[in-house]
């Protein structure tokens, strides 16, 4: 499964950004979601939707703030980032696993990032 990134970009605190992922090849269906790591520190997840939609998780640290979602032909993720802040500032991964449970901890595939730069 090939994953490709994109939507990154600078915004000023409170501002908004919308990533995107695209999933090609393979034909298992898988859960996907993204992950982010910021300088100096390690990756962490961020959110992750099911295959149908119907389960979605997130970090704490955004949520109420950020949402995931994919696209109607389920090879599409989405993440609306809203009321962002300089905490977000990081490199965004995309990232697919058989489940939310395994996408959580232990992605099986990855894309490339995608830096997201938020000003004060």
């Known amino acids: 499964v090939q994953l490709q990134a994109s939507g990154g970009g600078l915004v000023q605190a409170g501002g908004s950004l919308r990533l995107s992922c695209a999933a090609s090849?393979?034909?298992?269906?898988?859960?996907m979601g993204w992950f982010r790591q910021a300088p100096g520190k390690e990756r962490e997840f961020v959110a992750g939707?099911?295959?149908?939609?119907?389960?979605?998780i997130y970090a704490d640290s955004v949520k109420g703030r950020f949402t995931v979602s994919r696209g109607t032909a389920k090879n599409t993720v989405y993440l609306q980032m809203n009321s962002l802040n300089p905490e977000d500032t990081a490199i965004y991964y995309c990232?697919?696993?058989?489940?939310?449970?395994?996408?959580?901890?232990?992605?099986?595939?990855w894309g490339q990032g995608t830096q997201v730069t938020v000003s004060s």
């Open positions: 990232a697919a696993a058989f489940n939310t449970d395994i996408l959580r901890t232990s992605p099986q595939h």
């Open positions: 090849g393979g034909t298992r269906n898988y859960a």
């Open positions: 939707i099911s295959f149908l939609g119907g389960t979605t």
